[in-house]
């Protein structure tokens, strides 16, 4: 590898939070506590599903800047009814949609996270880097101990990765170049977009991110590629790997 | 007091850090390293004496949107040959002046500061409110061990305080209400500039920002004033003013 990174910048859903198993785990308390019968698995899985699509309206032009939390509940909207299995559609309350949209702000870290967060803050900046908006990335960060020391959100530049200007943020809010900083995720198209803007890439791989059918199914794409300048089984090989 | 804030914002230079004392310590540590005359004292006020009319420079529009570090850089630019004691002008080389310009990234907390912030911490959300750019921000938290949950700078915003974008930044981003969110600071211009803005206030004296001279002189203004939310003593008394 070139030399260390002075920055440390994290995809965060999949890649610091188990998102899916988040969602399912609080979606069926929900369900234990109020007598419903939602879909977590199918509605989660749809949820994310129009993640891309919505922020691709965003990226486009066809929606004008629209954060995160906005996106995520336009989604939830329409897709809510059809994962309902019969809890009558009524028995879910406005104030019940808010706390079903913030479960995103609530997510739970795999459980490497936090230790190697921890070492690599004591050597490096470490900061997000997510197409969240900065409310939800900063609940995320108290309710999972995400200790960033900044936030970095597609919401400061008003552009969603894979856009060239959400990576090229942290690079420029730091003084930094673009190779003084490294983005860490589980997703390769997110670190081709990082790769392309100059920055140095780390992948690691969440085979669990989509759930135990998915990675049974073999469509799961853990392989180690050598266009990264590291791949790793998880932060704490991370944290070892530059030297903390 | 209205109910408590959901997260409390700090003015960073005089309110959590001795910038006065820092710079000054760091100088003369440089002086001797060196064998350099600099007046440090003459120095640092001079310097901060051009904080106010730089900034507004770029509030105006005489000056495009410039981050910190560079207003600050064209002050000492300006500034240092007066104060240089005799020290020989090509003494102080290119490396020299960027590091004279970061001291401002390596200021120390006041006592109470990083106690007070850890406990606030684990109640409410804590950032950063200044007009320092995000870089300079992150890098003092680093090295100050400020644990900032976020970084919110002027930088974000392009607005300098006491602009009303600067202030409002910190609950639109955040997704709370201007009165959920509180201004600490040791300066009343500061906090009026939040008040006007819709947000709580707290001041915090330092009656040491201007050194001991000043504060002998009688020009310190340290009283509690009515118009505040809270006036405190210091970080750790307003810990527990918010039950933390």
Known sequence: MSPAPKALVFDVFGTCVDWRGSII????????ERGWKIDWEGLVDAWRGAYQPNMQKVRSGQLPWTHLDVLHR????ALLPAYLGGTPKKAVRASDMERINTMWHRLKPWPDAVSGLRRLKTRHIIGSMSNGNVALLTN???FASLPWDLV????????YKPDRETYLSAPQFLGLKP???MLVAAHKSDLDGA???GLMTCFVPRPLEFGRAFLKSGAYDAAYEKRFDLNVRDFRELATALGC
Chains 1, 2 share one sequence.
């Open 140 to 142: 995320m960060a108290k």
């Open 195 to 197: 790769r392309r803007a």
């Open 179 to 181: 190779r003084d900083v």
């Open 152 to 159: 970095f959100s597609a919401e400061w530049v008003r552009h």
């Open 25 to 32: 785990a609080e979606g069926r308390r929900l369900n234990a």
């Open 74 to 77: 336009m989604a939830l909207d």
